[in-house]
């Protein structure tokens, strides 16, 4: 075992320091990480490995840390004088505890803000004209430094000790500490999370716009009264105020956006607590009693233990308010006091363009108001590799920290598509954005909350669908500085087969593409040939995608076998196909479980006399059958690609009514030809199928799956927008309908 502290996992580490400040060696520093939050790095020369830092890090010794939380204690709404509140962020009781141990000789050890206002550090004070500093909210996670080690020293001199920090903080000082000090008074404050100086500095960066700060204050009351407003003062006077709604930084703090990892699952935000004393505000204390709000700030004090009650009781005579209350209703409104604050759906992709973006673009992303990437194709197609196709390519694209959105697709003439496609968009809006519905000259609303296009791997590219869908699916609605990318795009035949007229509109749509990589090994030639483009061949994102997903998936199942079976998924009924099924049965003793087509399944049913038909399969049950089958055949390109994820003995049949050139193609880059046969050929050859050689198919996939990725990323890398030509006018609003879609008023709205 690793006998550093690097051994903690980073959404474990709350970054307390306690390791820091224990290490004999001065090996391990604190160091901000890519996303602004303070982690131990550790110098493997200095480390002489004595195991203390893993002795006194909260986290590896959790029963300890539990042995240190206190009962339930006494629960008070609070008011200090007003003079002192109206400097506090609530009832300004920090100030008179902190006052109380100054008079005694003591030292003060809480959070202020660097000089330049970039970073929020604890410092160890000894004298009151620091409590200016050190009073008020900081909202940013504070750099703990050596003052665990100054504390220590001082405890051990007999001089008193308060020390103020999140509840991570007081429990690292604890730990470092190995023992009780009757001198020492800790303080926890109701944490909603710790947030990221990364987040913080840019916030304030693009709110001064090149002033110089002299002052941030989360916690003003001169302008909005006792609430969350941020105020931020500048060097030329001028000042910046919004109140808790008009600014975008409390939405990204309490929806856990821009909070550290860890703190979803916090193991201090509950009603037994780490301090001596809570301190938090007592929000909604006038539905309880009116007289406990002024509208200056009403502290919430929880007395944990003797020690809290000790110094708590030394400055209750300069209380202007202190009426104990119940610990029920002030849970109510502070969730922290139950439970963690919850982990952003969006907050990776918020810090994937915080660096880049800034701030409040970032946080477009981090609620999903705006995209990486606008998927395009037939993903809510009734057809189950169509589905997983595009489920896969989000989930690869989320993999990468990038925000994906499903664009639906209107038809030319305004009707819609077959009914089991609702079903194919529920399923994508459980894991995925999913626009709203739009007519088909709206479609350039996207730009509006897209900043790339991506079309999917599946056939999109055949001149039948022009008619339906116009040349959306070659990304004809999307704007000039869109980047505009084909991933493994399938033509699905061995030529296109539009007119002269229809090849030249696609010749002129694809040379706007930034990215172009097609499926087949054909179309790379078609597209070079026929349209004058440069195009590369890449694997199907089914084969890219986290088999975990799919696992995850499977799990859902409503069907469920307990016996081996022969998995036979069927497109395209034939008597052959049948024989044949009947032929494998008889060769491995096993029965067959049939899946058909999800579009035409009530013809292909009656077709195949419902003979061991299964019903109602969902895309949880399209997998589970897969996954959990003995043996399968199928005339599914995608039921194929899925047999190989999960290392199936299996059988395809050629398919030409669905395209041929895909199982080719794919056969040939695995050199596995003899799994493949034509559907004349089959039931001369199904008996003599041979055993499916994954350790070659593994191999070869691996080396694919890595060159994919690869060109996903520089696909989507944000380049300077470069200068395009622009197409003639008359050319897309003859054949486009551009005019009208550019005419169209595009609203920005915070849907999609």
């Known amino acids: 075992m690793e006998k550093t502290i690097e051994c903690v996992a ?141 504390i220590e020293k001082t405890l051990k001199g007999g001089r008193m000790v308060l020390f103020v920090g999140c509840p991570c903080q ?94 979803s699952s916090c193991h201090y935000a509950q009603r037994k607590r780490i301090g001596d004393i809570t301190l938090g505000d007592f929000w909604q204390v006038q539905k309880w009693d009116e007289s406990c709000n002024d509208g200056k700030g009403t502290s919430l004090v929880l007395v944990n233990n003797e020690q809290g009650d000790k110094i708590y009781s030394c400055i209750q005579a300069k209380l202007k308010l202190n009426k104990e209350a119940p610990l029920d209703f002030a849970v109510k409104y502070n969730g922290q006091l139950l439970s963690p604050n919850k982990k952003a759906e969006g907050r990776k992709y ?15 992303y981090g609620h999903k ?151 087949e090994s054909s179309g790379v030639e078609i597209c070079k040939n026929e349209f004058d483009v440069d195009a590369v061949r890449m694997l199907d994102p089914v084969f890219l995608c986290d088999t975990k997903y799919y696992d995850l998936l499977a799990e859902q199942s409503k069907i469920q076998r307990d016996y081996p079976y022969i998995l036979c998924y069927i497109l395209d009924p034939t008597e052959e196909k049948r024989q044949a099924i009947r032929m494998l049965e008889e060769k491995y003793g096993m029965k067959s479980v049939v899946l058909l087509d999800m579009k035409s399944f009530d013809v292909c049913s009656k077709m195949w006399i419902n003979e ?3 019903y109602n399969v969902g895309i949880e049950e399209f997998i589970y059958c897969i996954k959990n089958c003995s043996y399968m055949i199928t005339d599914s390109h995608h039921g194929a690609c899925f047999a190989m994820i999960y290392h199936k003995n299996f059988v395809a049949i050629s398919n030409e009514r669905r395209g041929k050139t895909r199982f080719e193609s794919l056969f040939n880059l695995l050199n596995i030809k003899e799994i493949l046969i034509e559907e004349k050929e089959l039931l001369e050859k199904i008996m003599y199928i041979p055993e499916v050689d994954y350790v070659s198919i593994d191999k070869t996939l691996e080396i694919e799956k890595k060159k994919s990725e690869e060109w996903i990323r520089n696909a989507l890398k944000q380049k300077d927008i470069k200068k395009k030509k622009i197409m003639e006018i008359e050319l897309f609003s003859k054949y486009f309908n551009l005019a009208k879609r550019l005419g169209a008023k595009l609203n920005r709205v915070k849907g999609n």
């Not at 303080?187 to 990364?198: M, Q």
């Not at 894991?431 to 509006?448: A, G, W």
């Open 10 to 150: 980073k959404d474990r580490c709350t970054g307390c320091g306690a390791c820091f400040n224990k290490c004999p060696a001065g090996a391990i520093s604190m160091k901000y990480d890519s996303e602004g939050f303070l982690f131990p790095y550790v110098d493997k020369k200095k480390c002489i490995e004595c195991g203390l830092c893993q002795q006194v890090c909260p986290e590896m010794n959790m029963e300890k840390v539990r042995q240190r939380i206190h009962e339930e204690g006494k629960c008070y709404a609070a008011m200090a004088e007003d003079d002192i509140r109206m400097v506090s962020s609530s009832g300004g009781i920090f100030t008179l505890i902190a006052d109380y141990i100054y008079e005694q000789n003591g030292i003060v050890c809480g959070a202020v803000y660097s000089e330049d206002y970039q970073e929020v550090y604890h410092i160890v004070s000894e004298n009151s004209v620091d409590l200016e500093r050190l009073r008020g909210s900081k909202y940013v996670q504070s750099n703990i430094g050596n003052t665990y080690s100054v």
């Open 170 to 263: 007081v429990s690292g000082l604890y730990s470092f500490l190995g023992k009780q000090y009757d001198n020492l008074y800790t303080i926890d404050i109701v944490c909603h999370g710790a947030n990221s100086t990364l987040a913080y500095r840019s916030f304030v960066k693009e709110i001064a716009k090149d002033r110089k700060v002299t002052k941030v204050n989360f916690r003003d009351k001169s302008v909005f009264g006792w609430s969350t407003p941020v105020t931020i003062n500048f060097s030329d006077q001028s000042v910046y105020n919004a109140a808790w709604n008009q600014n975008k930084w409390n939405d990204a703090f309490y929806e856990g956006i821009i909070n550290r990892e860890c703190c």
């Open 350 to 364: 918020f810090f994937n363009h915080l660096e880049r973006d800034g701030y409040h673009k970032a946080w477009w």
């Open 369 to 519: 108001w705006r995209y990486d990437v606008g998927l395009v194709g037939w993903w809510f197609a009734a057809n189950y590799g169509s589905v997983l196709t595009y489920y896969a390519l989000a989930r690869i694209l989320e993999d990468m920290c990038l925000l994906p959105i499903m664009i639906r697709i209107p038809k030319m003439d305004g009707t819609g598509w077959e009914s089991v496609t609702e079903k194919n968009i529920e399923f994508m809006q459980k894991y995925f954005p999913v626009s709203k519905p739009r007519k088909f000259e709206d479609m350039q609303e996207c730009n509006q909350f897209c900043d790339a296009f991506m079309l999917g791997s599946d056939q999109l590219w055949v001149a039948f669908y022009n008619k339906m869908v116009g040349y959306t699916f070659f990304l004809d609605f999307a704007d000039e500085s869109k980047r505009k990318i084909a991933y493994a795009t399938s033509i699905g035949r061995v030529k296109y087969e539009g007119d002269e007229e229809d090849k030249n509109i696609v010749k002129t749509l694809l040379k706007r593409f930034d990215a172009i990589s097609v499926r």
């Open 612 to 614: 061991n038909v299964i």
